[in-house]
């Protein structure tokens, strides 16, 4: 079995994995063009100390996989950290050892030291991101509805064009990431 470092090493940098990306690529670049790491706070620091490297499994279909690698892109390059990516649906015996709620939601960051040992985890999403789409998806009709295909559709819609557009939501992804990997590297 492969462990995170030999994924690690055979990953590609989340530079290149952005500019090849087929879907979700502008908005993407959305988010990272507009975002300003807080540089005030000691967490850039606690990074560049600390010198975690972190493995991604994304997809670039994936809306919260557009909001957050642009985030946490922005945090790895001004702490200086090797940032690299593996797809999801690549080689599923990774993203098997980090499902969440028994599903292969993505994105996950595993962070992991200088000797490859896996430090923590992060993802898929920040609380208060889960909570306003579980509000949301209440909304929607039962699936049995002929109805719920195309509402389904516009809800993620709409809460793709929020996570472009609200920049609340990207604090929501810096503050809780920062609070994870402290937590673990402290």
């Not at 000691?42 to 990074?47: A, K, M, P, S, V």
């Not at 946490?72 to 050892?97: C, F, G, K, N, Y």
């Not at 002929?146 to 992804?173: D, G």
Request: charged fraction near 30%.
């Amino acid at each position: 079995m492969k462990t995170e470092q030999t994924y690690f090493n055979e990953a590609i940098s989340i530079q290149q994995y952005m500019d090849n990306m087929s879907t979700l690529k502008e908005e993407s670049f959305r988010i990272y063009d507009g975002f300003e790491v807080p540089t005030n706070d000691g967490f850039i620091e606690l990074l560049k100390e600390k010198q975690p490297k972190i493995l991604t499994i994304t997809e670039d279909w994936c809306g919260d996989a557009m909001l957050n690698n642009a985030i946490i892109r922005r945090v790895a390059e001004a702490a200086d950290l090797d940032m690299r990516t593996v797809l999801r649906d690549a080689d599923t015996d990774l993203i098997d050892r980090y499902l969440t709620n028994g599903g292969r939601a993505i994105p996950i960051y595993v962070l992991l030291d200088e000797a490859g040992q896996v430090i923590c985890k992060w993802g898929p999403r920040a609380p208060e991101l889960q909570e306003n789409v579980v509000n949301k998806r209440a909304s929607l009709p039962d699936k049995e509805d002929p109805a719920f295909e195309e509402a389904q559709k516009a809800l993620y819609a709409e809460i793709r064009e929020e996570s472009i557009s609200n920049k609340e939501f990207w604090t929501f992804v810096y503050e809780d990431f920062k609070q994870q990997i402290t937590s673990a590297l402290r």
